[in-house]
């Protein structure tokens, strides 16, 4: 199972959902794709298996993934104060993979009923979200 995590600015939503797929997935593929060197970089500390940076770099790596996670403005054309290109949102929101968006209040996105949680709570609800899209024969092995 091949997940894409994409995050921009400083990359700690990133870091975060990386580091409990990986505890909580430790079979999958974790690919980090930031829109900055700094994001990339938080996610390999994070224990990303690869990573990449960019516009590109994004758009062509997650035409592989089975699942797609990062804020709910990843699928805003010039979410993340701009790091969002159109063409990165455009890519992720065409893809086939599974997307499971954490809700953040930022990017002019506003998703009710989240503002009950915490920033952590919803990362944990996004975890347990992929987790399910886990083929059955790898489950025995979490």
């Not at 995050?7 to 980090?32: F, H, N, S, T, W």
């Not at 900055?36 to 298996?49: H, P």
């Amino acid at each position: 199972m091949k997940i894409a995590v994409i995050d921009a600015q400083g990359g700690g939503l990133g870091k975060v959902i990386v580091e409990r797929i990986k505890q909580r997935i430790p079979q999958a593929e974790v690919m980090g794709l930031g829109t900055n060197v700094i994001a990339t970089s938080a996610m390999l500390k994070a224990g990303a298996d690869r990573a990449a940076t960019g516009e590109n770099a994004i758009v062509f790596n997650i035409r592989e993934a089975d699942v797609i996670t990062g804020g709910i403005g990843i699928i805003a054309a010039n979410g993340m104060m701009g790091e969002i290109t159109p063409r990165v949102a455009e890519a992720v929101s065409s893809s086939r993979a599974v997307k499971v968006l954490v809700p953040m209040g930022k990017c002019n996105i506003i998703v009710p009923g989240t503002e009950d949680y915490t920033t952590n709570e919803l990362i944990d609800k996004a975890i347990w979200h992929i987790t399910q899209c886990v083929p059955d024969k790898q489950k025995g092995s979490e």
